[in-house]
């Protein structure tokens, strides 16, 4: 009876500690959080993201994000799934831009069409695009 006992234990804490490492994020871990970009591109040889340009990214708790990529605002749905970030069709202003910033942006929103693969790295969050472009970002 006692080794049974301990068997049932070891195994619960085994189940426990499998799920603490899972791979995902929560909501919790996005809901009304704002992220400013760090880099870009390459996961390989990433650029860092220009300095005097605005980048950030806001995650609503309502399945909304929005925020602004350098040149233009932009809103739409988003759905958690996982380790996944499904971004739902961005709407997005149609200002004019030149430069780094619409380099930028346009890198940016090519991660943000699709479904993403979304992981922390200390207190940084990486998207990661289906072809592997990544954005860091850095929690504001």
């Known amino acids: 009876m006692k080794k049974n006992l301990i068997l049932v234990t070891v195994f619960i804490i085994a189940i426990l500690t499998l799920s603490a490492c899972a791979p995902g994020i929560s909501n919790q871990s ?5 992220w400013s970009l760090v880099s870009y591109g390459s996961a390989t040889n990433p650029t860092p993201a ?3 340009i605005e980048t950030t990214l806001t995650f609503g708790a309502d399945g909304q994000v929005s925020g602004n990529m350098g040149c233009n605002s932009f ?3 988003f759905e958690l799934k996982g380790d996944k970030i499904e971004f739902g069709p ?13 380099d930028q942006e346009t890198a940016a929103f090519n991660v ?3 479904t993403v693969t979304a992981s922390f790295d200390g207190s940084n969050l ?7 472009d ?7």
């Open 90 to 102: 961005l709407m997005s202003t149609l200002m004019a831009c030149e430069g780094p910033g619409m």
């Open 50 to 52: 220009a300095a005097d």
């Open 75 to 77: 809103s739409g749905d």
């Open 134 to 140: 990544v954005l860091v970002l850095a929690q504001k």
């Open 112 to 114: 943000l069409r699709e």
């Open 126 to 132: 990486t998207l990661t695009g289906p072809d592997g």
């Open 30 to 34: 996005l809901n009304d959080t704002t």
